[in-house]
Each structure stands twice: as structure tokens, then as C-alpha cells.
């Protein structure tokens, strides 16, 4: 039995910009995730998958314009924000990850999605849409990729691998705010610190750099190399959104542009931010995919 534990909702009281209302659902017998579902229920829905070691906060700045037009979803990975954390790291893998918020697809009947993923998000989410190629029908990839150990691994990820098993207090807050150009406030910093008011709460956000398959013979990489394969016959549109000082990421927007048929005659965007995108240019990638949407909606009519 997975030892679970639940972060105080008093620590997410007066969060600058959080008014959302909350939503839960059991992703495995007393596993529960938490997710923001903003706007009109009948809109076309965009899901905003985050990565690590943020949670839905980062989309603070992107709900309130996107859901004027569309339901917006927006979950809490398992071990992030306020959904669940498992106490012990060997919990949590690439693939539970996976099979989580597939189930909380399956289990909203989520269809007709509009995906935009960044980070984790991306190694989450674009599995997922191989695996339910159905239920999606676009996809904007942002500061991501899918890894198989074949390719050179930057040195600034090498890095924040260690920083993120050796750190002594490993402050999340203080993470974000390394990726970002614009500096954030103490009261922001703070927020992304809300969800680990202590060491033992921060078991995913600790080992999920760990996760990312850096070596070919790791059967996250051969998993990874097979949606690839896939992803080479995705003709549903998709977008590439990416920043230009994201140290970690840049250039990975090539691969989806070669490989993905989907990506031809797309407005695909290098932006000026960084790692955490959502933070630096919010509004501007809401215009995006609101742009995006548009344009291969009119296509399809």
C-alpha cells in the first residue's frame, strides 16, 4: 500500500491570483488529484498539462482569458500542487504518471481536447495522445520533448538533476523563478512553495528529474521511441510554442517541425522567455492558441 499524504489546505489560502474553485477525483483507490475546470461546461475544452516541479498556479495568468471561450482543465500532477504526494519516491515512475492522468481523462470523458503541454507535461502528455489519439484534436507543445537517450543530454539538465537530489532544502519557489527572464515576487515564490511545507512532501518533485530517460536502453526511452513513431503519422494540427532562453529546451522544437505532419503550415512561435513560459508570457500564449484554434477550426468547417 502507497503511503499517501495530503498538504494542509491552509497553506493555499490568499495565494495571489488562485480564486479557482477546486475539483477532485480518485485516480487510484485513495489516490486523489486535484484539478481547476473553468468555464462553460458545453465549450471546446483545453487541457493544461504543467511539469516539474510547478503545479496548476503556473496557468493562473492563461484561466481566466481562455475560459471565456473554452472549458479549461487544468490538473494537479500526483505529488504537486494540491493533489496527493506519495511518501516514498520509488512510487512514483514515468508511467504511473501516465496511467494517472489517463485515468482522470478516462474518467471525465474528456474529448475533442485542444492539449498544450510544457516539461513534464509533454513527456506526460504527448504519450498520452498516441495512446488516445480519439479524444485529442490539437496539440500545442511548449518548452518540451519526448526523450529516448539519443541525443545529447545538455549540461544545464545534467545540473539540475543534481541540484535536485543534493539540494539540502530544495526550494521550488526559488526553482521557478531560476527559469523565468521576469523576476517573481516573494509572494509568488511563495505559492510554488504552498503545496511542500516540508521535506517529505517533495518525494516527486525530487525524483522526477531522475525520470527523464537519458539513456537508450531505459524502456522509457524505447516507450518514447515508439510514440515517436507515431507522432509521425499525427496529421491533427499541432503547434510548437518555445522560448528563447530556455537553456534545457531550446532547439528540441526542431523534431516536432521534421517529424510531425501535423506541425506543416503551422505559425509555430519562439517567444522571448524562459523555461517557465507560462509565467513570463501568459497572456501572450493565450492569444496563441486562441490564434491557432481559430485558424484550423475555420480549416476543418
Known amino acids: 500500500m502507497k503511503e499517501v499524504i495530503r ?11 488562485y ?31 504543467h511539469g516539474e516541479p510547478s503545479w496548476s498556479y503556473l496557468y493562473r495568468k492563461m484561466i481566466p482569458i481562455l475560459s471565456i471561450n473554452f472549458r479549461v482543465i487544468a490538473p494537479d500532477l500526483i505529488g504537486f500542487g494540491k493533489s496527493d504526494k506519495l511518501v516514498n519516491q520509488k512510487d512514483y515512475t514515468y508511467q504511473n504518471h501516465i496511467d494517472w492522468i489517463s485515468t482522470f481523462i478516462q474518467k471525465l470523458d474528456l474529448k475533442n481536447m485542444t492539449l498544450f503541454c510544457q516539461d513534464w507535461g509533454g513527456l506526460i502528455g504527448l504519450r ?17 520533448t519526448l526523450p529516448t537517450g539519443k541525443t545529447s543530454i545538455p549540461e544545464s539538465f545534467l545540473k539540475w538533476r543534481e541540484y535536485s537530489q543534493h539540494s539540502p532544502k530544495f526550494n ?17 515564490i511563495d505559492a510554488y512553495n504552498a503545496p511542500f511545507p516540508s521535506e517529505e512532501y517533495k518525494a516527486g518533485a525530487r525524483i522526477f528529474p531522475t525520470l527523464v530517460p537519458i539513456d537508450p536502453d531505459d524502456p522509457e526511452s524505447i516507450k518514447n521511441l515508439q510514440a515517436w513513431e507515431r507522432l509521425k503519422h499525427w496529421n491533427k494540427p499541432f503547434l510548437t510554442i518555445f522560448g528563447d532562453k530556455d537553456d534545457i529546451m531550446f532547439g528540441a522544437e526542431k523534431a516536432f517541425q521534421k517529424l510531425v505532419p501535423g506541425t506543416k503550415e ?6 522571448n522567455a524562459g523555461h517557465f513560459i ?15 484554434y481559430k485558424n484550423n477550426t475555420a480549416k476543418t468547417v
Request: charge should be negative; avoid cysteine.
Open 172 to 188: 521550488i519557489g526559488k526553482v521557478i523563478d531560476m527559469g523565468t527572464i521576469q523576476p517573481l515576487s516573494e509572494e509568488v
Open 7 to 17: 498538504t494542509p489546505e491552509n497553506r493555499f489560502e490568499n495565494l495571489e491570483s
Open 19 to 49: 480564486n479557482f474553485s477546486s475539483n477532485y477525483i480518485d485516480v487510484e483507490e485513495g489516490l486523489r488529484l486535484h484539478y481547476l475546470d473553468e468555464g462553460n461546461i458545453n465549450k471546446p475544452i483545453v487541457l493544461l498539462l
Open 266 to 271: 503551422q505559425n509555430h512561435k519562439i517567444i
Open 128 to 144: 498520452i495522445i498516441t495512446e488516445m489519439e480519439n479524444r485529442f484534436s490539437m496539440v500545442i507543445a511548449s518548452n518540451t
Open 278 to 292: 507560462q509565467e513570463d508570457k501568459g497572456e501572450e500564449l493565450v492569444e496563441l492558441i486562441i490564434e491557432f
